[in-house]
């Protein structure tokens, strides 16, 4: 069998005539897609995607590799999946119970279970189904961010959520279990490539966030800085900014009062506060904890004025010069080099200032400087972009109809969605991924996928990766002779995707 | 017991000095091949059901349902001085080590981190970093590995690498749990090839080295029939993928060719049900059962190697003194660890102690910590591996070493 590929370099589509047709479509940004330097297609798609397939080389290939970019950072909602996939994901729970009455629900459940009289052992199992109940509709949402990842014509765009997710990481604990799927969708995707400011406002007032760090227990005379600090470690000016231990605990002061709503637990505001009282959804802010006193944070002033300052520091802290460096330094991590030239971080600091921090520019000043051309292929990758970028390489006809084991090989292989228990979020450094056990986990996922499509496919398709398709002659094109010689040597179609899975090539984007 | 005082730290460490010098450790690395493992028990362990003060009456006061009996009733705690007992789960596994003087208990153990949240103190103690730092990429085992150097044959025996592992020296890891995979022989030899060229060779070749000395260990531990016999021995009790069956693979792993090893538990979260009609059953003493069978199999497994080895059981934190209203208990502070080894200088509970009141517990909630992990671990590093005050420091910044005089 393995004889009857042909590993020359095909030519697919001309692409001269793709370089045409992209002219139209970027005449508003005044890029001519001539403009673009010509990169390598398939290293070109794996950076800026999930990972390559063919729909997506298909598309680059006609539309030209600018116009595609350009089409790219100006998404119109949420991609349109494939038929069968968009039905996967309407039928979820978490698509059908709005997360509150989730909540409630199971959290009644729960305690209902611990007032009732039955025996220890009785309540210990009906805990643990409840247990299990939050635990399927945790897998829901990281189902549904894989399907999306993988089937998603604005593979930017979920690689970004993803990315955006992972610098404001919410780990799933307790009620987040049921929350994730919204942090996903309502909270983070519309924001991805818009000002970074508005992405910010977008966790803060995000039930997600304020209950993962504590904000929600955060209280005038009860402050709790585990918010405020990360805000400015992680989230914005970063550390080694210059900001101090007052500068923690006074902005842990702003954001007094913002809270959330515990299902079926009534909110007392004292009537001098009602007026001040304000709710949408699950975030609450509740004057009555609020600390009205001026406070400074980062040499700024900010008085007592309950909302308006807690907007008023998201504006200041959002747009500050050291958030631009800081935001722009992992921009360049996840897109460039895990070290990213400094010449680089300038430029794109600078589209920052003149942008007002839209992140779809600052990614623009990247994705045009030479040092993102001369990165591509060389960043390794993390877990999660092996997985989905093995998936992609399913022909489109062939449906993934069960995620369990993408989601379960990405717990094993240590970057589970919505797992990472710090809230900085997974590194993103080859440092962190490519050691002696995670590379066995891949070789044996390769092995696993290899030998049965029916676990992520049913019915189970003859093969799961068509190795004879003009697009996997192509990928195979690009490996090294080495490489294709090996995969070569396979005895069967099976052990043939299995080398393809564990190929050196593949490892890096 | 809220009346007693408990054994003096200060005697403690008197008995320890003199009787103990010609063991196996001198502070000189030169000496012997030592071997530390730590188990870590994720989700906070009640550590007043294991070491039980059965002297202290407020310790029954405060437990109405979930106290282990005194060591005088049916059932009872097992009786190791005039105040602290064991959990009597343990009567078959542990209780011999501690009698054979190779298992020792540190109540009052923790951290100073005072946040009870799970993921902020396993995280704050696995960085072990001082009041000031904190760098998520830099565990005190990876610095410790560091510190070793070529003398470091460190590894996870998890299926991730754990917090404290991670940092700049890369450490492999390998789970135990369940049944070892290996990959066929033509398939590894094909991925060797296809690898030469690559950065990752060295890497791969570690995959497949590590995989194959674990496999090809327990090939021989099936052979010897010493699983089998394990298994038949517990009549059953012992799931083949449980604790026990993964312990004595990592007793045959680090006698054979690791020195510096970590596994964690999960489960020990117990807020409702932690025990049945007493505290001698239940969920809990389960869990105990388990835990205490998989470490007395290593002596027999380790041999003599389990002489220069010593095992330390830690947890995040202790939990509430007094029992909720669930037969359970909440997020507490200080804990009990354990410390185990052939030439551990067991057979008693160590470390700085405090009667047990109202006032000497932690917010009148739960116990106080007196012995911090890192001057403990500290202490035992620079014992066995004869680190210098710089290196320690290296390990742990800011700590002091504690000598418990326990190896």
Known sequence: ????????????????????????????????????????????????????????????????????????????????????????????????????????????????????????????????????????????????????????????????????????????????????????????????????????????????????????????????????????????????????????????????????????????????????????GLVVFNPARHDSDPKTVFGHVFHGKGLDEINQVIEFLGNHPATARHISTQLAQFFVAENPPKELIDRMVDTWQKSHGEIASVLRTLFYHREFTHSLGKLFKDPLHYLISAARLLPDEVVINHTDPLVNWSNLMGEALYGRSTPDGYQLGASHWNGSGQMANRFEFAGFIAARPGALVQPPPKVLIDMNSPFIQELLGSFSTQTRKIIEQAKNSRQTVSLLLSAPEFMWR | MNRRQFLQTTIASCIGLAAYNSRVWAASPSNGNPRFLLIFLRGGYDSANLLVPYSSDLYYQGRPNIAVPKPSEPNGALELNSDWALHPSLKDTVLPLYQRQQAAFVPFAGTADLSRSHFETQDHIELGQGAHTRDFNSGFLNRLAAVLHDRARSIAFTNQLPLSMQGKVRIANQPVVGKIQSMNEAQRQLLEQMYQHSSLAPTVRTAFTTQQQVTEDMAQMASNGYVAEMIAASRGAINPSGFQAAAAKIGVLMRDHYNLGFMDLGGWDTHINQTGVTGAEGQLANKFAELGAGLAVLPDTMGKAWNETVVVVISEFGRTFRENGNRGTDHGHGSTYWVLGGGVHGGKIVGEQVALSEKTLNQNRDWPVLTDYRGLLGGLFKRLWGLTPAELQQVFPDAKPADLQLV
């Open chain 1, 1 to 280: 069998m393995s004889s009857q590929f042909r590993f020359a370099r095909r030519q697919f589509l001309q692409r001269s005539s793709a370089l045409t047709l992209g002219l139209l479509s970027c005449a508003r940004t005044g890029l001519a897609s001539t403009d673009y330097p010509r990169a390598d297609q398939l290293a070109f798609i794996n950076r800026l995607s999930w990972g390559v397939n063919a729909k997506t080389l298909a598309d680059v290939e006609r539309q030209g590799q600018a116009a595609w970019l350009e089409a790219q950072m100006h998404p119109k909602g949420e991609g349109t999946l494939p038929a069968a996939i968009e039905r996967q994901i309407a039928a979820m729970t978490i698509n059908k119970v709005p997360m509150s009455l989730l909540w409630y629900q199971l959290s009644e459940k729960l305690k209902s279970v611990q007032k009732s009289a039955g025996s220890p052992e009785q309540k210990a199992q009906e805990q643990q189904n409840i247990q299990k109940q939050f635990a399927a509709i945790s897998r829901e949402a990281a189902a549904q961010q894989m399907l999306y990842a993988i089937y998603s014509p604005n593979q930017l765009q979920e690689q970004l959520a993803w990315f955006w997710m992972n610098h404001f990481s919410v780990f799933q604990e307790g009620p987040l279990r049921v929350m994730m799927g919204d942090y996903y969708r309502r909270v983070i995707k519309p924001h991805v490539l818009g000002r970074f400011v508005d992405l910010f406002r977008a966790t803060v007032y995000s039930p997600q966030m304020l209950l993962y760090l504590n904000n929600a227990q955060n209280a005038k005379g009860h402050i709790n800085e585990n918010y405020g600090r990360e805000i400015m470690e992680l989230h914005t000016v970063g550390v080694g900014s210059g900001y101090t231990q007052a500068d923690v605990t006074n902005l842990a002061r702003v954001l007094t009062g913002l809270g959330v709503a515990i299902p079926g637990q009534p909110i007392r505001v004292p009537p001098q506060f009602e007026d001040a009282f304000w709710q949408d």
